[in-house]
């Protein structure tokens, strides 16, 4: 026995007899390392095919963007706002609106006009999960992505350009717009069997606005624009006379509005912010929810012909922002009277050193800056006025988003909301959460949630499966292993007797049988590994023509081999830890007896 310079025994010294003694019982221990295979094979194999499985089925789902989608099932209005609140939701990776049904149906042709389709229009922009994992790119410009029956029913292919057409009712005659567009890419067909174009959300935006026959001026069509139209809070009634009680009912009978209240000109002048002419009678009209508009105005005068009434639409007090040479002050906005006489996008102010500057105002998440005229005000209080028609056009924002036209030089109202929307979840877990998201708004929405619960309940049912067998296969293991070294240690008491003997302390024995327990356990996982990569690759060869590229039914990875190896250690260490113990139970004297 090797010892080293201090007379102790050399390190190693026990692994290199339990390799001697193992070699020299190589029957016996080959039957064991074998028996160990048998065992962990079968479950090598079980948790392959199921791991295999699970994540092939697991990628499917998560590779094909349409599993994540969630789809509305009704049509309703969903403002800006409402998308800039879900770019907040961390479970969701994808949001675009999506315009209206009518309004997403364009013509697509050849240049040449040999072939026509009707197809449907998809909004996209960046990110847009169904068009980058289906080998396309992301469109800009009067540039398209085609759906694969598109290009198949037009006969085109990438970088060819093809003629859009829209059209519409208008004026009592249809109106018909095409527009060239270059395809960047064609979908494949795990994208959809539709005939679908997929284009930028400004150009869905300004195909829809033709639609509805609003102008497009970047493109050059013709049409409406939509100018904000002024809306008010209330009516001031101002007479030489007093209005009898008939008559007041009559002012808010069929008219817009619902009140009527008789105010002095005290009460008159906190609400408008300006006086009123002494020895007046003076009533202010209040619809009861919706505000009103010009034509509501225009009803209230037609009652009162001939009573040489004065009108003074009103609207309650908004805060706005007033930036004059860079210096901004925040300022309560009022409608003035008509006879201030104030042109448009103008606004009086008190003491005004310039007569040039922005004027915005905000309302909630709406907000509209405009530049306006500056004139003194007739008046000392601090206020800012503006006459009734632009004060009118500002209050829509309570409503609306607008927007400042500096070609047209006028208010233009916002489109309200979007029809629909496409929306893509970030991962698997988290559809079937955006669903009752949803569900709790109002909204119902179509998903792939079942699917995908299935798949979930197929992996806990084989992991349920897996783990009964494997503790069987355990027991058993343990009790093999532990009964073959045990027995081991009794044949070999006299030969480990005389290593105590020759100086082997009663740890170095201990390690002895552990030593052997973790080589079998090593030799049976290595064997296992073997048989399982023979067997995995036969099923993934019988399997071949159901799956798609770098996919398998069984297959391990090296994580997996590890967890396995040192399961198995461990295993053994609990298994050979009783014959450890019987084998410190060696007496020398025992040795010397026998000799």
């Known amino acids: 026995m090797s010892r080293g310079n201090s007379g102790k025994i050399k390190r190693g010294t026990v692994l290199w007899l339990a390799l001697k003694d193992l070699r020299h019982e190589?029957?016996?221990?080959?039957?064991?390392?074998?028996?160990?295979?048998?065992?962990?094979?079968?479950?090598?194999?079980?948790?392959?095919?199921?791991?295999?499985?699970?994540?092939?089925?697991?990628?499917?789902?998560?590779?094909?963007?349409?599993?994540?989608?969630?789809r509305p099932l009704s049509s309703r209005s969903y403002d800006q706002a409402w998308f800039d609140k879900l770019k907040r939701d961390e479970r969701i990776a994808f949001a675009i609106p999506v315009t209206r049904k009518l309004a997403s149906t364009v013509t697509l042709t050849t240049l040449e006009?040999?072939?026509?389709?009707?197809?449907?229009?998809?909004?996209?922009?960046?990110?847009?999960?169904?068009?980058l994992q289906n080998g396309g790119t992301i469109p800009h410009g009067h540039h398209a992505v085609l759906s694969s029956e598109s290009a198949k029913a037009l006969g085109i292919k990438k970088g060819d350009t093809i003629r859009l057409g829209v059209s519409r009712y208008l004026h009592e005659r249809i109106e018909k717009k095409w527009l060239n567009i270059k395809i960047d890419a064609i979908l494949n067909p795990r994208a959809g069997f539709l005939k679908t174009i997929y284009l930028p959300l400004k150009i869905a935006n300004q195909i829809e606005h033709f639609k509805d026959g609003i102008a497009v001026e970047e493109l050059g069509w013709k049409g409406v624009t939509p100018e904000a139209k002024p809306?008010?809070?209330?009516?001031?009634?101002?007479?030489?006379?007093?209005?009898?009680?008939?008559?007041?009912?009559r002012l808010i009978s069929g008219t817009g509005f619902s009140r009527i209240k008789e105010l002095s000109a005290t009460e008159a002048q906190k609400i408008s912010g300006y006086p009123f002419e002494k020895n007046r009678y003076i009533y202010l009209l209040k619809p009861f929810k919706n505000r009103v508009m010009q034509m509501n105005v225009k009803a209230v005068?037609?009652?009162?012909?001939?009573?040489?009434?004065?009108?003074?639409?009103?609207?309650?007090?908004?805060?706005?922002?007033l930036e004059i040479d860079g210096v901004t002050t925040n300022r309560k906005l009022y409608a003035a009277p008509a006879s201030w006489r104030f042109s448009s996008y103008t606004i009086a102010v008190k003491n005004p050193h310039t007569n040039k500057g922005k004027l915005t105002a905000i309302y909630n998440k709406n907000s509209m800056q405009i530049p306006v005229n500056i004139v003194k005000s007739p008046y000392h209080l601090s206020y800012i006025y503006a006459n009734s028609r632009l004060a009118g056009e500002i209050a829509l924002l309570k409503d609306r988003k607008l927007v400042y036209n500096p070609v047209s030089k006028k208010l233009l109202v916002t489109r309200r909301g979007y029809a629909g929307f496409?929306?893509?979840?970030?991962?698997?877990?988290?559809?079937?959460?955006?669903?009752?998201?949803?569900?709790?708004?109002?909204?119902?929405?179509?998903?792939?949630?079942?699917?995908?619960?299935?798949?979930?309940?197929?992996?806990?049912?084989?992991?349920?499966?897996?783990?009964?067998?494997?503790?069987?296969?355990?027991?058993?293991?343990?009790?093999?292993?532990?009964?073959?070294?045990?027995?081991?240690?009794?044949?070999?008491?006299?030969?480990?007797?005389?290593?105590?003997?020759?100086?082997?302390?009663?740890?170095?024995?201990?390690?002895f049988p552990l030593y052997q327990g973790l080589l079998m356990a090593i030799g049976g996982v290595l064997t296992a590994l073997f048989f399982f990569v023979m067997m995995a690759y036969l099923i993934n060869s019988l399997f071949a023509e159901y799956l798609e590229k770098g996919e398998s039914f069984c297959t391990l990875s090296f994580s997996h081999a590890g967890i396995v190896l040192l399961f198995a250690m461990g295993i053994a260490v609990l298994s050979s830890t009783l014959a450890a113990i019987n084998a410190t139970k060696a007496d020398p004297a025992e040795a010397m007896r026998e000799e």
């Open 231 to 249: 809306v008010f809070d209330g009516l001031f009634v101002v007479s030489k006379k007093k209005i009898d009680r008939v008559d007041q009912i």
């Open 301 to 321: 005068s037609l009652k009162l012909r001939g009573m040489k009434a004065e009108f003074f639409p009103w609207i309650e007090p908004m805060d706005v922002r």
């Open 26 to 70: 190589f029957l016996v221990t080959l039957n064991l390392i074998l028996g160990t295979a048998a065992i962990i094979a079968p479950l090598l194999i079980l948790f392959g095919i199921k791991f295999g499985t699970i994540e092939t089925m697991h990628n499917r789902l998560l590779n094909d963007p349409r599993n994540l989608e969630i």
């Open 113 to 131: 006009k040999s072939k026509r389709i009707k197809a449907d229009l998809v909004p996209t922009k960046e990110g847009d999960p169904l068009i």
């Open 422 to 511: 496409r929306i893509y979840a970030r991962g698997l877990d988290d559809v079937e959460s955006l669903k009752k998201y949803f569900e709790d708004e109002g909204i119902d929405v179509s998903t792939q949630a079942e699917r995908i619960h299935d798949v979930k309940q197929l992996d806990r049912y084989l992991t349920l499966i897996f783990w009964l067998i494997a503790v069987v296969g355990v027991i058993g293991g343990t009790a093999t292993l532990s009964a073959s070294l045990y027995s081991s240690v009794e044949r070999k008491k006299r030969e480990l007797s005389v290593l105590r003997l020759l100086g082997l302390s009663r740890a170095a024995l201990f390690r």
